[in-house]
């Protein structure tokens, strides 16, 4: 079964720092650019950072870049967001996402998990 | 930066109802890379529609979607119990993903 699994949530102050960690099974993660996509609570998708198959190229929304770094590790099929300097407005369910390039789609979606940025 | 606004915010229809969900683009876009998908409560999204017309593996023939340049639409030609969700539209361009605002279909 393909299955992403994400952890690393939880709550932080404003300042601090989280690293979320996903792991991918059921398909070889080595062959597919992977995603982060955050939903604020309530609030709709936003996109937050791409990482193609071999860590070549990398990209992130104009919100979270300077902050936050994405990386992954294909010998161990995992997908990082190391996330720092963290606000109030990151707050959200992160998604580990696998997306198709030449659709440009995701087409698999992790569970999510919470980050709450708060004093 | 292309802007996707999907309309209209809430969609209040019967089971049986057609549903047409609407999703603009702020410039002309790819229909290769205009997709859309589906959100339940507490679940992560579910890709429907991709290449504005394709289904996705596993999606009924109720949801179809169509458009171009700037116009693009997610119909559903008779709503189901399970099909009251959120609906996002979602673009594709220069390595980076655009997701409209949303639409919730909910039962009248």
């Known amino acids: 079964e393909v299955q992403l699994v994400e952890s690393g949530g939880g709550l932080v102050k404003p300042g601090g720092s989280l690293r979320l960690s996903c792991a991918a099974s059921?398909?070889?993660?080595?062959?597919?650019?992977m995603n982060w996509v955050r939903q604020a609570p309530g609030k709709g998708l936003e996109w937050v950072s791409s990482?193609?198959?071999?860590?070549?190229?990398?990209y992130y929304a104009d919100s979270v870049k300077g902050r936050f770094t994405i990386s992954r590790d294909n010998a161990n099929n995992s997908l990082y967001l190391q996330m720092n300097s963290l606000r109030a407005e990151d707050t959200a369910v992160y998604y580990c996402?696998?997306?198709?390039?030449?659709?440009?789609?995701?087409?698999?979606w992790g569970h999510g998990t919470m980050v709450t940025v708060s004093s | 930066e292309i802007v996707l606004t999907q309309s209209p915010g809430t969609l209040s229809l019967s089971p049986g109802e057609r549903a047409t969900l609407s999703c603009r683009a702020s410039?002309?876009?790819?229909?290769?890379?205009l997709a859309w998908y589906q959100q339940k409560p507490g679940q992560a999204p579910r890709l429907l529609i991709y290449?504005?017309?394709s289904r996705a593996t596993g999606i009924p023939d109720r949801f179809s979607g169509s458009g171009s340049g700037t116009d693009f639409t997610l119909t559903i030609s008779r709503l189901e119990p399970e099909d009251f969700a959120v609906y996002y539209c979602?673009?594709?361009?220069?390595?980076?993903?655009?997701f409209g605002g949303g639409t919730k279909v909910e039962i009248k």
């Open positions: 996402a696998r997306y198709i390039t030449i659709f440009g789609v995701v087409d698999i």
């Open positions: 059921g398909f070889t993660f080595s062959s597919y650019s």
């Open positions: 990482i193609s198959s071999s860590s070549s190229y990398i």
């Open positions: 410039q002309s876009v790819s229909s290769s890379f």
């Open positions: 290449g504005a017309s």
């Open positions: 979602q673009h594709y361009g220069s390595s980076f993903f655009t």
